[in-house]
């Protein structure tokens, strides 16, 4: 059974970069058959969908955060990456990595538990 | 971007009945559609995907179903643990988005 977790700092201060890893355990994520999705949630908020990797490195990111946002893959840790830079207080939010089916069914599950992450100085 | 207007915000119910969410897309998405649960501290939980194609392990009370734009979650015979917050998900076009979210709350 696969499964996701994040891992990385809870507290970033403004205009730093914030850093978060996805750990995939149960399966590899060299898979073809997958895209490696980031998501937030800004406190008592709704979901809004930050990007998606491929294991070839290929990438999809929102626009509306493509200036400030990198995801990367190492698939020899099994893990991909979300860096987000030049951050500010309307960044803080729960993030949450996801598994994507890279079909037309477009399934993200499963997820990872989130990681709350503060922007403050 | 394709905006998910989800009906209604709020909705009580009570334990055994059967309850309606409505997500309306701003363009055709054909049934590019997912519905998930959240439950307070926890990740979303995928219900359905395709409009209406239920997620294994999910219960069959609740079931999707499309009418255009619009779609609808129907969970029949609600239970204890259904009460959570519903969103929609359109995957037609990047950027994905949601649906502002249904609290189902007990009455």
């Known amino acids: 059974q696969v499964q996701l977790q994040e891992s990385g700092p809870g507290l970033v201060k403004p205009s730093q970069t914030l850093s978060l890893t996805c750990t995939v355990s149960g399966g590899s994520i060299s898979s073809g058959d997958y895209y490696w999705s980031w998501f937030r949630q800004h406190p008592g908020k709704g979901l809004e969908w930050i990007g998606y990797?491929?294991?070839?490195?290929?990438?999809y990111y929102n626009p509306s955060l493509k200036s400030r946002v990198t995801i990367s893959i190492d698939t020899s840790k099994n893990q991909f990456s979300l860096s987000l830079n030049s951050v500010t207080a309307a960044d803080t939010a729960m993030y949450y990595c996801a598994r994507q089916t890279a079909s037309s069914y477009n399934r993200f599950d499963p997820w990872g538990q989130g990681t709350l992450v503060t922007v403050s100085s | 971007d394709i905006q998910m207007t989800q009906s209604p915000s709020s909705l009580s119910a009570s334990v055994g009945d059967r309850v309606t969410i409505t997500c309306r897309a701003s363009q055709s998405i054909s049934n590019f559609l997912n519905w998930f649960q959240q439950k307070p501290g926890k990740a979303p939980k995928l219900l359905i995907y395709?409009?209406?194609s239920l997620q294994g392990g999910v219960p069959s009370r609740f079931s999707g179903s499309r009418s255009g734009t619009d779609f609808t979650l129907t969970i029949s015979g609600l239970q204890p643990e259904d009460f959570a917050t519903y969103y929609c998900?359109?995957?037609?076009?990047?950027?994905?988005?949601f649906g502002q979210g249904t609290k189902l709350e007990i009455k």
């Open positions: 990797i491929y294991y070839s490195g290929s990438t």
């Open positions: 998900q359109q995957t037609y076009s990047v950027p994905y988005t």
């Open positions: 395709t409009a209406s």
